[in-house]
T-cell receptor
Framework: DAGVIQSPRHEVTEMGQEVTLRCKPI?????LFWYRQTMMRGLELLIY????????DSGMPEDRFSAKMPNASFSTLKIQPSEPRDSAVYFC??????????????FGEGSWLTVV | GENVEQHPSTLSVQEGDSAVIKCTYS??????FPWYKQELGKRPQLIID?????GEKKDQRIAVTLNKTAKHFSLHITETQPEDSAVYFC??????????FGKGTRLSVIA
């Protein structure tokens, strides 16, 4: 299996521009997560989906952030308009549920976003 | 919701010594406790996990212990090697909600 696939791996954009991050989960996994990692805040869960349905988006920092999962094999995280404080590594991850079974969460390589 | 505290934030050890990282959690219903290792510029990867029906688990040089009464769990690395240098994250879940991660421990193994 190719694992969780994210694109782009690196993006540098100007403040105010729209940023779209993409993710393909591991085939057969029914949960998908978007995390943001910064030095100050560590790994933060932004939103997660079960069976393509958003379950909890309480971690999404502002209305500038939105996420979609139109089908089982694709998800996007969009930031519009982007700001310098959005600079971070954004990880997509996937797993099987239920987590009580100890189903491992697998991370993608991450999208390194720099907003200047 | 769950809250996971991790200590220390940084840890330096001499090669060959042991390293211990500790985490506490707040939700007594949590029953799954994985540990992830993140090397510089890489993704977090699972290295070991423990479930609430087990007090200790070992895998070669790494071990995890769990104290459900005190709501804390620890990662132990023995005979540390330079390749153990990384950021380590603990996490907890009660099964119906996603993992909540600690803030990470940056381990440096000095040769």
């Amino acid at each position: 299996d190719a694992g969780v696939i994210q694109s782009p791996r690196h993006e540098v954009t100007e403040m105010g521009q729209e940023v779209t991050l993409r993710c393909k989960p591991i085939s057969g996994h029914n949960s998908l997560f978007w995390y943001r990692q910064t030095m100050m805040r560590g790994l933060e869960l932004l939103i997660y989906f079960n069976n393509n349905v958003p379950i909890d988006d309480s971690g999404m920092p502002e209305d500038r952030f939105s996420a979609k999962m139109p089908n089982a094999s694709f998800s996007t995280l969009k930031i519009q308009p982007s700001e310098p404080r959005d600079s971070a590594v954004y990880f997509c991850a996937s797993s099987l549920t239920p987590w009580s079974g100890g189903n491992t969460i697998y991370f993608g390589e991450g999208s390194w976003l720099t907003v200047v | 919701g769950e809250n996971v505290e991790q200590h220390p934030s940084t840890l330096s050890v001499q090669e060959g010594d042991s390293a211990v990282i500790k985490c506490t959690y707040s939700d007594s219903a949590s029953n799954y406790f994985p540990w992830y290792k993140q090397e510089l510029g890489k993704r977090p990867q699972l290295i070991i996990d423990i479930r609430s029906n087990v007090g200790e688990k070992k895998d070669q040089r790494i071990a995890v212990t769990l104290n459900k009464t005190a709501k804390h769990f620890s990662l132990h690395i023995t005979e540390t090697q330079p390749e153990d240098s990384a950021v380590y994250f603990c996490a907890a879940s009660e099964g119906n909600t996603p993992l909540v991660f600690g803030k990470g421990t940056r381990l440096s193994v000095i040769a």
